[in-house]
């Protein structure tokens, strides 16, 4: 990692600097890193925005240390369906050896660019739903939905403590949303990726059982060989899926089923043939997979390797859920609409992990909710950097202009729909 030159008041000090990228970097320093996120820090940075916004600012405590914070800004029809920008606070830990720059040090390069975990997912676009509403309210807009600007903790340790207790609270109900806007994924091309549903996140730890002996000897039946009749019978499908991902040229990874072996444990000594060992599967299912016949499949494959061997879930999604892209519906018509006037391209796709979206759309199938990534509309191809694996961890980078004021999509979209979407 390269020394920063007082990389934390960079900055403050350029007076060329746009406040709305001072105040990204600002956020980008918090450092709401899992597994211990400073989350005081970022809740009171929230309310000072609300108060600078002259917005109400609602915290629930879903449980001990979890705040959601609601920003709104009320409509001149507030009885009609609100509309949801909703963002997370939390980014996922960092391997600072991979990293060039302190990753929160927000360093901000010749060109730009802005190097912090955070800054693709999701910081940048909290910022933007912030300064879109601060421009509009500046000009003297007014809308007749009201807008909600929620900013939820632990989306990246599976929103547990965050957006799945929420949506079950009466202050979610209370919101009365009709249309959501959440993350999406960067489109490295000049195409918007809309995902209007997400893939099942399906955890299953198969545990087999067999004839225990010396290491010597040729025992019978031994949980090592059902174990291996269980890894191909998974990877085999795994092999298969991979296959129709890569020869049927309209399909992406949300519309097949991914599955991966994680972990493999057994055995205590060289010398000696184990009773037991288990693997763990990461499998996530498209919505368009009949769950019943997938599920017969995997008993079908553990029955199939031989006596004792029993699987579990870990963690079993059901919900398929997905947001109508139909031309009739409203919503739908007005989104893609406005979208195609900005002459935005759009791609719609099936989100091929899991983000708090699924607990929004599984609460209410009323409620129509797209994710999607904010690029900058001049130059849209924004790289995208997965935060999840070291290699990629390199930096994150968002690029300054993405959050300047009154150049987002946002910023357009807001004030056009889906305002005068018929739906009530
Ligand atoms: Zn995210």
Redo the contacts with the bound molecule.
């Keep these: 990692m390269l020394p920063e030159k007082d990389p934390r008041k960079q900055g403050e000090k350029d007076p060329k600097e746009d406040p709305s990228v001072t105040l990204f970097r600002e956020y980008l320093r918090i450092k709401t890193v899992q597994p211990e996120p400073d989350y005081d820090t970022a809740v009171k940075f929230l309310e000072r925005i609300a108060s600078e916004l002259d917005l109400p600012c609602q915290k629930v405590e879903v449980c001990p240390g979890r705040v959601i914070t609601i920003l709104t800004w009320k409509g001149t029809k507030p009885q009609l369906r609100s509309i949801l920008l909703n963002s ?1 606070t939390d980014v996922v830990p960092v391997f600072e050896e991979f990293w060039h720059h302190d990753p929160f040090a927000a360093f901000k390069d010749s060109e730009g660019n802005i190097f912090a975990r955070g800054a693709q ?2 910081k940048c676009v909290s910022i933007q739903y912030i300064e879109a509403i601060r421009r509009l309210k500046a000009e003297g807009r007014r809308f007749p939905r009201t807008i909600h600007m929620s900013f939820v903790p632990d ?2 340790i599976g929103g547990y403590k965050g957006m799945q207790m929420f949506v079950k609270r009466p202050e979610f109900a209370t919101l009365n949303v009709g249309f959501a806007l959440d ?1 999406g994924l960067a489109n490295p091309t000049d195409t918007f990726t809309v995902f209007y549903g997400e893939k099942c996140p399906w955890w299953i730890k198969v545990k087999v059982e067999g004839n225990p002996g010396h290491g010597s000897r040729f025992i019978e039946n031994t949980a090592a060989e059902k174990m291996h009749r269980v890894i191909t019978s998974f990877l085999e499908f795994r092999e298969r899926e991979k296959q129709r991902l890569k020869s049927e040229k309209h399909l992406t990874l949300g519309d097949v089923t991914s599955l991966n072996l994680t972990m493999l444990n057994g055995g205590i000594s060289f010398n000696v043939v184990p009773s037991e060992m288990s693997a763990a599967f990461d499998i996530r299912i498209p919505p368009t997979v009949d769950l019943k016949a997938f599920e017969e499949q995997v008993t079908a494959w553990c029955r199939a390797a031989g006596e004792g061997v029993t699987y579990e879930f870990h963690q079993k999604y059901t919900d398929q859920s997905m947001t109508s892209t139909e031309e009739s519906d409203p919503w739908w018509k007005a989104f893609s609409t406005t979208c195609r006037n900005m002459n935005m391209k759009l791609k719609c796709e099936i989100f091929p992990a899991a ?1 708090d979206s699924r607990y929004i759309r599984a609460v209410s199938t009323s409620i129509s909710l797209f994710a999607y990534f904010l690029n900058y509309l001049p130059c849209r191809c924004t790289p995208y950097f997965s935060s999840c694996f070291p290699e990629a961890s390199l930096s994150e980078k968002a690029h300054s202009f993405l959050c300047i004021a009154g150049r987002s999509p946002g910023d357009w979209l807001l004030p056009h729909e889906p305002h005068s979407c018929a739906a009530a």
């Design positions: 997370h997912d999701m989306e990246e993350e983000t």
